[in-house]
C-alpha cells in the first residue's frame, strides 16, 4: 500500500481518536466549568457540539469546492494544523465560554473526513469506492476503539489530560503529511473556485441538478440526524440508565468501534458484492432499527453490551450510501460532494444534539412526565424510518 493512501486512512483513524479521547470525560469537564447537574451539561454539550456543526455546515461547501480547485494536500495540511491548535485550546480552557469558542474555531476548518473520502474518490474506480469507503469507515472504527479507551484511562488523570493527547496525535499527524501526502487533483479533475456554489444553498442547487441526489441526501440527512443519537446522548444515557464510570464509557465505545471496523473493513465488501449497494443501505438500516427499539427500554448495562454487536451492523449504510453518491457526479465535483455531505452531515449535528439532549433532560428532569432516558432513542427510529421511506422512493442515474 502506497504510503499517501496509508497517511489518509491514518488520518480519519486519528480524527476518530480525537472524538473518542474526548467523549468520556465531557459530562464531568462542563460540570467542572459550568456547574450544574447531569442534565445541565448534557444541554450544555449540546450547544457546543451544535456550535461545531453550525461551522461545518456553512463553510463545508467552500472547503470541498476550494480542494476540487487547490487539491486535497494543502487543504488537508492546513485542517490538521488547525485541528491540533483547537485541542490546545479545549485542554486551556477555563470556562464554557472559551470551549465554545474552541469548537468554532474547530468546526470551520474540520475537513479531514471530507477530504479524505475526496481523496478516496479520487484514486478509486466506480466499483472500487463503496469499499474503499468502507476502508475509511474502519479506519474511523480502529479509532474510536483506541480514542475512547485512552481517553477513558487518560480521564483518570484528569478531565484536560485527553486534549492534551488529541492535539499531540493531531500535530504528529500533521508533520507525517508534510512529507508522505501527495496531490490528486490535476488538469483532468481541477475545477475553478467558484464563490456562486461555495455556500450551501449554491452547492445544494448545483447538486440538486443532478438525478436523483436530492432525494439521497435527504435520506443521508435523516439518517445521520438519527444516527448521531449515539454520540449525542450516550455518555449521558449510559450514566444515567446503568451508573457506567468514564473507564466503562470508553469501554462501551471502544467495542463499537472495533465491531464497526471489522463490519466496514472486512464485510461490507462481501455484503456489496452479494446483494448491492442498495440493498446494503436498506439492511443496514434495519440493524439500526432492532439497536434504537432495544435501547429505548433496557435498563440492563450487560444487555446494552450483547446489543453492541447488532448496533454496529448498521455501519454498512453510510459507505453504500456514500459510494451511490459518489458514483452519480462527474469527477471533478467530487470535492464539492464531499463538502456538501459534510454539510449536510454537519446540520444534522446542529439539529442531532439539541434534539437528542433536549429529549434526553426531558425524560431524565426532576419534572419528566415519564422516566425513560432511552426516549431519544425512539426518536432516532422514527427519524430514521422516515429517511428509509425517502431512499426507496428515489432513484439515480448511477443505479
Known sequence: MRLPFLFILITVMIDAMGIGLIMPIMPDLIVEVQGGTLADAAFWGGILSTAFAAMQFLFAPAVGSLSDAVGRRPVLLVSLFVMALDYVVMALAGSIWLLLLGRLAGGITAATHSTAAAYMADVSSPEQKAARFGLLGAAFGLGFVLGPLVGGLLGEFGTRAPFWAAAVLAGLNFILGLFVMNETVNDTNRRPFNWSIANPLGAFRMLGRVPGLKGLLWAYFLYSVAIYVYPAIWSYFSQERF??????????????????????????????????????????????????????????????????PITAMGAIVPPALQAIMSRSVADDRQ?????????????????????????FARFTGPNAPVYLPGAPFLVALVLMAAGLAIFLRTRTAAA
Open 243 to 308: 451508573g457506567w464510570s468514564p473507564r466503562m464509557i470508553g469501554l462501551s465505545l471502544a467495542i463499537f468501534g472495533f465491531l464497526m471496523a471489522v463490519v466496514q473493513g472486512g464485510l461490507l465488501p462481501r455484503i456489496t458484492r452479494r446483494i448491492g449497494e442498495r440493498r446494503t443501505v436498506i439492511w443496514g438500516q434495519v440493524f439500526d432499527f432492532a439497536g434504537f427499539g432495544a435501547l429505548a427500554f433496557i435498563t440492563s448495562g450487560t444487555l446494552a453490551l450483547i446489543l453492541i
Open 335 to 359: 470535492g464539492a460532494l464531499q463538502g456538501v455531505m459534510t454539510a449536510v452531515h454537519a446540520l444534522s449535528m446542529i439539529v442531532s444534539p439539541l434534539l437528542m439532549a433536549s429529549v
